[in-house]
């Protein structure tokens, strides 16, 4: 029997000898687990940011002193990532930060993120970066992005797509300011107006925008911190109809102190409504903080609530 849940007694009341309720017993017991695989996955995170490669799934579980199943299970419960999906997030970070850095060539960059060696980068480039490293440097340089301006109930809306999915979808009410935001974001890329195949795409997503209940199926290209993909991961995974608060959020990732850091990643979004950041509200359930703006915070969320 787990000894986090004590047997009932023989009357099978759910209480021990002492008459305290079991469920009320288990609490603290329960809170300590979860300390305790808060403080395994803490320490297993700093061992896969200070090791040269990526430690091993059985490395980091021997070190929790877990079987592997089971601490890839807990580790993924207190992040939001696999120990996989976390190491390659925070290489790509590193990457990018050595890329913003000056001075240095690029393969030192590669190898200083952890890569044991540049054809390994290379094999999965479009994955940590979204394009070549060379291109990450120059501002996005070289990558080609498709983009066009539409409307839709919630005022203008910007659509952009690179070779790996959709990079951004922006709301607003000025489409000149939209186009200006996209340079900001790749101030290098080749920015090129959408075809008429591509007026396609966007009235989907106008159409996922407009009813979110229909979902978008359609790939996105996702680019961020280690801890921003967290959030954006648990965003993703609150239903639509349905709010979390952003302390919420930061319990869910296992991170309960960062709920200002949560907020931060949420305004830091560059995906409306397919990364639902709508969705998360003050813990008195408060409708504020909205990268595209409250009252498109509240529509998108009276939309969601509405019977079909």
């Known amino acids: 029997m787990n000894a ?20 009320a017993r288990g609490r603290p017991a329960r809170a300590d ?20 490669t990526p430690p091993s799934l ?3 579980a021997a070190q929790a002193g877990l079987s592997p199943w089971h601490f890839h299970r807990v580790f993924k419960a207190e992040t939001g990532l696999t120990p996989k999906a976390y190491a390659a997030a925070f290489r790509a970070r590193r990457l990018r930060e050595a890329l913003d850095a000056a001075g240095g060539s690029v393969t030192d960059a590669i190898y200083d993120a952890g890569f044991n060696s540049s054809s390994r980068y290379y094999e999965t480039a479009g994955q940590v ?29 910007l659509v952009a797509q690179s070779r790996l ?16 935001d996209l340079q900001d974001q790749f101030p290098r890329a080749e920015l090129i107006g959408g075809d008429a195949g591509f007026e396609q795409l966007v009235a989907q997503v106008v159409g996922f925008v407009e009813t979110p209940a229909i979902g978008l199926d359609l790939p996105l290209d996702v680019r961020g911190t280690a801890f921003q993909q967290r959030v954006w991961q648990a965003l993703r995974d609150i239903p639509p109809g349905a709010t979390a608060s952003y302390a919420e959020i ?4 296992g991170a309960p102190k960062a709920a200002r850091a ?27 903080g909205y990268r595209w703006g409250v009252a498109r915070k509240r529509e998108l969320l009276r939309r969601e609530k509405a019977p079909a």
């Open 262 to 288: 949560v907020a931060r990643a949420c305004g830091a979004n560059p995906l409306a409504v397919a990364i639902p950041c709508h969705r998360v509200v003050r813990r008195d359930g408060d409708v504020s």
């Open 129 to 157: 970066l979204g394009m070549r490293a060379r291109d990450y440097r120059a501002g996005g340089a070289g990558a080609v992005i498709r983009f066009a301006v539409g409307q839709c109930a919630l005022g203008a809306i």
């Open 4 to 23: 986090l849940f004590p047997a009932p007694d023989a009357a099978g009341t759910g209480t021990d000898t002492d008459d305290t309720p079991r469920a």
């Open 58 to 60: 059985d490395d980091l």
């Open 33 to 52: 687990a979860q300390a305790r695989h808060a403080n395994l996955v803490a320490r297993a995170c700093r061992a896969i940011e200070s090791s040269a």
């Open 165 to 180: 999915g959709l990079c951004a979808i922006l709301l607003g009410d000025d489409p000149d300011r939209l186009v200006r």
């Open 250 to 253: 930061a319990a869910r990732i």
